[in-house]
């Protein structure tokens, strides 16, 4: 495997675990899960929640994924749709969190 190879996969993994990690922190605080409806509101509030967003979507896309196939019969191509945004969403959040890093030099 190439080394570009595995650091996609890496900023892949990281991407989805800094997101499941933020969502499960949001709702231990709030006590309710993360979701996009805080968007719809219009104000102040709203835009407040856009960076946090940007990190934690593709745990919340997945979450919603599962739940409705759960609970409704929906068509796989759907279901298939969703996990690739979801996954390339976290390949571009995972791989920012590893620039951030770099810039720290953490990593």
Same mark, same amino acid.
């Given at each position: /495997?190439?080394?570009?190879?595995?650091?996609? @996969?890496? #900023? &892949?993994?990281? =991407?989805? *675990?800094? %997101?499941?990690?933020?969502?499960?922190?949001?709702? /231990?605080?709030?006590?309710?899960?993360?979701? @996009?409806? #805080? &968007?719809?509101? =219009?104000? *102040?509030? %709203?835009?407040?929640?856009?960076?946090?967003?940007?990190?934690?979507?593709?745990?919340?896309?997945?979450?919603?994924?599962?739940?409705?196939?759960?609970?409704?019969?929906?068509?796989?191509?759907?279901?298939?749709?969703?996990?690739?945004?979801?996954?390339?969403?976290?390949?571009?959040?995972?791989?920012?969190?590893?620039?951030?890093?770099?810039?720290?030099?953490?990593?």
């Amino acid at each position: /495997m190439s080394p570009e190879t595995v650091q996609n @996969f890496i #900023a &892949l993994g990281l =991407g989805f *675990a800094v %997101a499941g990690m933020l969502s499960t922190g949001y709702q /231990m605080l709030v006590a309710r899960p993360a979701s @996009f409806h #805080a &968007l719809l509101t =219009g104000n *102040a509030a %709203a835009y407040a929640h856009v960076p946090f967003l940007v990190f934690a979507a593709p745990f919340i896309i997945v979450r919603n994924t599962v739940r409705r196939e759960r609970f409704e019969n929906n068509n796989p191509i759907g279901v298939a749709l969703a996990t690739m945004i979801a996954g390339f969403w976290s390949l571009m959040s995972g791989t920012t969190v590893i620039v951030m890093l770099r810039a720290l030099g953490l990593v």
